[in-house]
Structure formats: structure tokens, C-alpha cells
């Protein structure tokens, strides 16, 4: 007699849109996912809703004149995607900065950083499922944002770096309070692990899922934290200093079993790094000196090419500029990391279930606009 | 109360009895509006936030508005769901949630039914629920609201096995399935203690079967937007909302019957206060706790709930019955 | 806005800073400065170097407030940030190491600023602006100048060819066709290790072009045969020497008359890099895809596709990403029109 | 098994604490001195010299000027000047460059309207628009 079970109740995969519009993709992007049950079996991620065409229009635009655009890339790290461009013209036409333009761009750049991070935990746990820390996590991004706000104008797209400096210098008191901020930082992320860290439900919840070698990492391109996660002890501030990091004390947190957990866990570690960076460059900061080198009016970079990469929150932030020695670039094209690192997305999602779909695209902090360009 | 019930049937005896169970109504949804209300003003507390204060003075008006907007919306049904089973969904998961306080003995007084196999009605009524939710994902024709409705109905099936075994301790101790008896056999120690193993287990099962936090799934917003709902608006919506709150409120108060002495005060010597007020009392600490858990909680993961369901509380409550048992029979000499 | 703030440039640190290095061209010009003085009148660099190098007018700018004191004040101002942050590094406690080496770089300096050494000084700096290295490419730096100086002593000294250091200087001309005269890059070793690996293998006609990209923090780059590029890439990556284990990027480039897909390497194995460009024709743009060595190439790769135009063969999935699927043409292409103005 | 109390724990604490949010309509927001509001357009100081239209990212300025109605001064002065807000990314590039300071930023931002079409300000305008005016160009 047959049982129950074998008597062949058909059973069919279901096609499943996840997006464009969902609370849990960070914005306008898709998934398509062929479930079974609740099983993944196939995932298909579909971009482009976010696409602005930075590339090409930043080939009609002066170098100068980029430079807002770059804040709409990566929305939640604008100081580092300023940087990076930036940073590429000035290595194309070497140009060498002022010392206290070099400390305002390392402190906005690691303050971002932090503020980058603690969205992403807040966003992370509400895709998780806990509403609290998002509050938290924006309570003190908020402090980053006044400071960023009085330092260069604007909340969030700051456009306050200039191709051989930086356009402002910090206001009377700003240096204070930053310090006043990371002191208090220090003294609340220890509560971030009290508050989430250490609740069993969000530990058995992540542990052991999204997990992948260091060799899918390395195959997938995968950078940052992403990396970092598989036991690869790299990061470019380290490895490949640019600005003055090369003058400051810091540890890159490595962690090795590859999944969510870790992930998290070293994304908090950074912040910790970065108020490290932070302690010392607001000690050293020297109080005189300009903060804008000496540039030709217009910017003519010379005839030839440059790619500079460097460590943004997401991980590996690269640019390409193709120059004609023309004031707008001939092609601009920037490696957005989390464009690449949400290659192995399709992968990691194989075989999983439905919720853990959502703490594994959570765990590698996509920004859409930084994925769509 | 009850004697009513066992008057003749006669027009007056209707319409008190019609009019008793509206008064309740308007109770149950007075509480839910202010729940509501103190839900989103807790979490907003909790949050560094004020919550609603724009509404009326303290925001106290928001929820009254929001549900006038729900009323006042426009009722729309999804072109290729079936029509039946979608307006027959909110009103499967409102009723039953709604028919269980009958049995609900909010003071000595205070009980519509003083059945005898209270806990029992309870428990078969509640899990009607479950066939509203299900029914409503189905219906929509929508697969979240589809995988919203499957994962709500297998967590509610599997919660309510241990939810009821571990009520059973309970009953082994007071050796009745009536409301009333329970609470007067809570006259020297509230259930909590003896059964604490139990009330653990019930508080969890519980807290899955209403689908609150940190067992929320069925409406995980991240990750299948609104779960089973997710096609409802306006007023229907509205009794799905309504149901889940007054499923708290049954919870609530049967939680605060089984395991915290009902209405009995703390102490004898405290016996000044009336006892709907202890009533209150205890059941505010039963919904504050549910606000407090969702400001806090991150989310289960499906297959975790299941099997935290089966491999931790089952056995759990299994062994609070057979420890009970055991005691029971100890006590009254037969080993 | 800020040139208020920059004359207070501390006074002290000017000392210090001509002393300790040389590098900046800030000694240099200091120097030049002097020796001017020395010959005739104080007015003429400025003039000459505004005439010959019009784009090179805040380097003069900044010259002008530095009258007849000029040397200490001009070192200081030129010096800037950099000769600061040598000046700090020294004190950290690398000064005994640092003192006699800036002193031994700054007589090379001297030597050098009677010289051609124009070329070399662009690189020199650049370098410097670019590595901001270890002490280990400091001490490379500081070799390549001398070596700079001792070339240029051979040449006679020119106050024209001053200016035109200047203008390499800011970057207003191409340096490139000048790279020959600078002393070889830290990575001319790199490339020519890659190059000789991959033409034992590959033979001669594989590799178009080989050259130090001095724009680009010194990337060894290779121009690359289109028809030998997928055997290249897969050995790219399993040659134990090479391990080049890490596609940091992927794009192509539209030069109107050919299109070129620019990579860029990275061995986490042996920590080095490599930039390599494969040309293709503008109409039949094709070049093999490499998704089968590196997975993340993938979306690179259909990105470029999409937007330039390109295919990749054997890519298994080659269609539009950013645009939708049925968009007309390719957006980044320098030819490309619209399709639908209207949208 | 302790670690959700502690949070449970955290979550109480800040029941009573005090609350970080602003009640913002109510209480304007004061944002600071560098903030980069909506420009303020002083007529009198601009001399035509097209530098913020021609920097502007987004294309967003349009000036006409003519020559000056006194024959004997040299020179343009402003006719219309528009700043399309449906566009303007607030950069702040074409106060950067305005060799008069005819065009600052206010710390004005509320820019809200019902119809695009209002979103198109004139010279008037951005004339009129001279509160909080930035003093830091």
C-alpha cells in the first residue's frame, strides 16, 4: 500500500520577482528566483533600474565638474567616491596635495566609512527582522552627517573634495567635536554588540549561510570586507597606501569561515579601525596650512590613461580615466565594488532558503546606485 | 452573567445578551486601538523617538484615524483571486479570534460562558485562525501571499502542539479544564511557579502562534513584504489587523489566567484593589512585553522555527507534563 | 580662497624642509632661484617661465610674493605639504638615516637643476606624489635622482630647459614620449619578467607593446594580440610565476579608431599588478571573453557589451545589463545617437 | 542564553531616555553656516560673465544679459536669469566661480511645490530669496 507521501502530489517550481521594488533589495533592484517550495533554485539578478549613465556623461563633463556625480554613485560614502576621482586626476597630473588637505580627506573619508557601516548594520537588521538597531545605527550616523553638513555644506553629497585639495577648511571648533564624536562612538559600539551581537536568535540566524571559499572570492572578484571574510588579509589602505594612510596605526579585521556572520562582524570591527584612524588624525591635524595645492584653473591631465583603486566602505573602488589631455575625460569608468561583489550573489543563493535570501544579499551591502552607475 | 444563559429564551434576554457581547466588542476594540497606539509609542520610546503626537493630543487620535482611512478606502480585490474565499478570509481569521473571549473570565464576575471545558474551546477555536490566514493566501493569488499563508499555517500547526501540552501541567495540578477553577486553585501560588518550565513554553508557542516577534514570519515585511495580507487594503485589511490584536488580547488574557493567577492579587493583603484592576495590570505586563520583544527581536529563520518548535519545545513541554505527573502522584501518596 | 592661509606656511619647517629633502621641486626651484640671483636679475625666470609655459601660472603666481628673500620663503612655499611631511617623518625618528641622505639629495638637486634633467625631475615627482611609498622607494627615489643629476652634469645648463621642467612639471605637456630619458621605473623589473615569461611561450608577435604606464602608479602594461589574448589570459592566471589570481577591473574603451578592453590584474599570491589593454576593431569590436578564468568577469563583460558594443565570445551570457534589452545601440560608443529622442 | 536579556535590557534603558528626534515642522531646522540652500541672485553684482552657466553639471542656469543702458560704462548687465530646480543638483560650483558674488547660497530649503512648472525661478525670484543668506562663498 502506498503511503501517502508517494501517491506523486505534483509539486512545480515557482517563479518568484523579488523587486524592483522590495523592502529588502536597498532599492530599485531585482531578483528573479526560481523557488521549490521555499527553496531557491536558481537566482537571477536583473539591475539597471538605478542607471544613470554616470559614465557617459561625465565624458561631457571638466573634470571638475564630475565631481558632484561621484556623490550620487555610492550615495552612502560620497567623501570616498569624491576622493577617488580626485585621486585619479591628481595621479594623472601629479599633483601633490597640502598636508592638512591630506588629513580633511582621510578624516571625512573614515568618518564615511563609519556612517556607511552603521547603515548598513541598521539596514541589515531590519532585513533581519529587529527594527530597533536601524534607529540606533541612524542616531549616530546622524552625528556624522551634521559634522559633514557643517564641514562642506550638504548632508549627503557632499562634493566637498577639489582636484588638489579639498574645498573648505574645517570650521572653528569642527576638529573638537569630531573627537567628541568618536569618543562617544567609542563608548556606544560596545552596546551594538550588547543590543544584537550577542542575541542568539540573530547569531543562529546568520551563522553558516551565504558562506564561500577564498577562491570563489578571489574568481568572483570580490573586494573588501567580502574578501576579508575568507581569510584574506587585504586592504588597499594597508597594502597599497595612497593619501596618508601609510602614516597611521590601524589593523585590518580578517576574519576566515566566509559567511554572514563574519561579515557582520567585521564590517563592526572596521568601525573600530576607523576610529583608530580617526584618534590619531584628529590628534595630528595641523592646524595651519592650506588646504587647496596650487592647480591650473583648468584641468588638462596629459595625454594617457590611469586606474586607481582604493579601499571604499564597499570594498574595492577603482577608477579609469582615458585622457586626451582635453579638460573632460575621453572615457570614465569606475569599478564600483558593489557591482562586482554582487557577482556571486546567483551562487550564494543556490540551494538556500527564502529567508535566508534576504540576510545574504544583506550581508554584502549593495547600494544600488553604486550597482546601476 | 451567565445565569442568562440559562433563562428562557425571550426578546430581552436577546438583546441584553446581543447588547453584552457589543459592549465587549466595543471593549476589545477600544484595546486594540490603543494598543496599537501604545505599540507604536513604546517602540518609538525605545527607539529614542516620540511615536504618533500629531493626531489629537499626545497623538492619541492616530489610531482612530488611521482606521477611518482604512474604512473609507476603496475595496480592492485582485482581478484573479477567488472571490469568495477573499472576503471570506478576514472574516474566518476575525471570528474565532473574537468567539474565544467568550469563555474569558476577566474577574469572578466578568464571564460571558463559564464552560466547563474552557481551555479545550479556547484551543479548538483559535486554531480557526489558522484555516483565515491560509485561505487568505491562497485566495489572493499571489505567490507571497501564497508562501506567507503556507509558512503561517505550518508555524501555527506546529506551535500549538506544544502551546497545549504545555497547558496540560496545568491541568494535571488543578485537575479542570474550566477557566474559573484554575484561577481559584491559583488562590496560594500563581501557576508561574510551580509551572515555570511551562509558562516558558507557552509564552514562546505563544508569541509564534500571534505571529509577533520574534516569530513573525508569516509577515516578514523583508522578505515577503506583507506575508499572507499583502493583496488586502482598506477594510479588510483592516479585520486582519484587528484580528491579529485581538488574538493578543484573547492570548493575553489567557496567559494572565492559566499562569498569573487571573485576577488575584499579588498578596492577599492587597485585596483592597478591585480585581479587574489586577486583571489589567497583568495583562498590560503581557502586552508591554510584546512591544518590547518586537523593539528588540531580530527575526527566526523558517526552517530554525520549525525545528525549535519540534526539537525544543515539544520535548520541552513533554517532560514539564511528565515532571508535573510525577510530583502530583508523589504528593498524593501513590508512590 | 585659501591663498591667505598659505603664505603663514610655518617659517621653521622652510628650513628644515630645504634640508631634508630635495625631492619636491620646491629645493630645486629654490635653488635655480639662487643661482639666478646670483647671475643677473631677479625678475627673469618669472617672465621667461610665463612665456613658455602658459598653463604653469600658479607655480608663478606663487613665486611672485617671494621677492628677495627668496630662498628659505620659496622652499617652503614649494616644498608644501611634502617637504612638512618629510620633515615630520624625519623627526619621528628616521632622522639620523634621513639627514645624511636628504643632504646627499640635495647636492644631487643642485647638480641636477643645472641640467636637462627636466624629464627625470617630472618623473621624480610624479613618482614621489604617486608611491608616497615605503622607505624602501624612497631610498629607489632618491638613487633615481642621483642618477638623474649625474646624467644631467653631463648636459649643459639651460635656464630653457628649466622652464620646460616647469611645464612637464604641471603636467601641461605629455610626458611620455620623455619617459625614455627617466631612469627605469621600480617596475621596469616586473614588466620585463612578464614579458620574457609570456614570449618564451607565446612567442614574440604575441605582446604588441610593452611599457611602464607612469601615469598609473607605474602599472606594467601589455598591449596584447587580440588572437592570442584567451591563451594569454588562461596562463595569465595558472603560470606560477605570474598567479595573476585577481581581475580588479574590466572595461573598454571607444578611441574611435579601434576599441580597446583595458584589465587590470592583481596576484594576491605575489602582490603585484599588471594592466593589459587588447585592441579590436571598432565594426567587428570582439575580443575572447575570460569568464571562464575569472568569474567576475562576467557582468564586467556585459556591461561593455552593452554599453561600448563589444562582444565577448564564449561568455555565456551575453546581454544588455544596464540598458533595457531592447535598447538600440551602445550609449558609450563616441558615434552613438539616441535611437528615440522622446524617451 | 543571556544574550537577548542583555538586549532586552539595552532596549529598556532607552525607554526613558531622551529623545534625539527634532520636531522638524514645527521647529524650523537650523542647519549651519556652510549649508547650501537655494541660491540667492543679487542682480546689481552680476557683470555677465556666463561662468556658472557654463560649470553648471546639470545645465540648469540660463542668463541673457545686455549691454549696459549707460552708454558710457562698459560692460553687461543681467536681463533673466532662471535656475531650473527640477534639476539643480545644489553643487554649489557656480557660487565657487562667480567672481562677484552674485550668486550665494542661502541656508534655505524648502523647495517644495505642487507643480514642476514652479520650480523654475527667476531672476525676481532668486532676487527675493535674500534671507539666510550665506556669508562664506
Redesign the interface.
Known sequence: MPTPFSTGIRTEEMVLNIGPQHPSTHGVFRLVVKIDGETIKEAVPVMGYLHRGTEKLAENLTYTQIIPYTDRIDYLSSMTNNYVLCHAVETLMGLSIPEKAEFLRVIVMEMNRIASHLVWWGTYLLDIGAIGPFLYAFRDRETIINLFNELSGARLTYNYMRIGGVKWDAPPGWIEKAKEFVQYLKSELPNYHVLVSGNEIFQSRITGIGTYSRQDALDHSLSGVMLRCTGENWDIRKNEPYSIYDRFEFDVPVATEGDCLSRYHLRLQEIEQSIRILEQALDQFPEEGEVMGKVPKVIRPPVGEVYVRIEAPRGELGVYIASQGKDKPWRFKLRRPSFVNLQILPKLLEGVNMSNMVAILGSIDIVVGEVDA | MSSWLEQAPSLTNVLHYSLAAVALLLVVLGFVTYAIYFERKVIGWMQLRPGPNRVGPLGLLQTISDVTKLLLKEDTRPKHADKALFTLAPILAYSPAFAVLAVMPFTDTIQFADLGVGVLYYIALSSITVMGVITAGWASNNKYSLIGGMRSAAQMISYEVPLVMSVVGIILMTGSLNLKDIVYAQQDVWNIVPQFLGFIVFLIAAQAELNRSPFDLPEAESELVAGYHVEYSGFRFAMFMLAEYVYMFGMGTLIVVLFLGGWLPIHPSLDFIPPIIWFIIKFMFYVFLQFWLRATMPRFRADQLMGFAWKVLLPVALFNIMLTAFVITYQNGFM | MSEEKRKPTPEEKAAAAAVARAKAKAAKEAREAQANAAESDTGEPNGEGRADAPQAEPPIEKRKPTPEEKAAAAAAAMAKAKAAKEAREAANGTTSDADPDAKAKAAAAAKAKAAAAAAAKAKAAREANAGETSDAGMDEDAKAKAAAAAKAKAAAAAKAKAAAAIKSNTGASSVEPTAEEAPPSKNQPYLDRYVQILTERFGKESIEDSYINRLSKEVPTLLIKNEHWHGIAQFLKEEPALQFDYLSNLHGVDYEDRMEVYYHFYSYEHHHSLAVKVKTTRENASVSSVTDIWAGADWNERETFDLLGIDFPGHPNLVRIMMPDEWIGHPLRKDYEPFDEGV | ????A???????K????????TLYPDVPYQ??????GIQHFSPEKCIVCNQCAR???TECIQLTGRSHPDPDKKGKIIDTYDINFEIC?????CT?VCPTEAIV?TNNFELAAYSRDELYKDLKWLDDNNTNV?EEN
Not at chain 4, 538586549?7 to 529598556?12: A, D, H, I, P
Not at chain 4, 532607552?14 to 528626534?21: A, G, H, P, V, Y
Not at chain 4, 543638483?89 to 560650483?93: A, P
Open positions: 542564553m543571556l544574550g537577548f542583555k538586549g532586552l535590557g539595552y532596549t529598556l532607552k525607554l526613558s531616555e531622551k529623545k534625539i528626534t542647519m549651519p553656516p556652510r549649508f547650501r560649470v553648471c553639471p543638483i545644489l553643487c554649489d560650483l565657487e547660497m550665506r
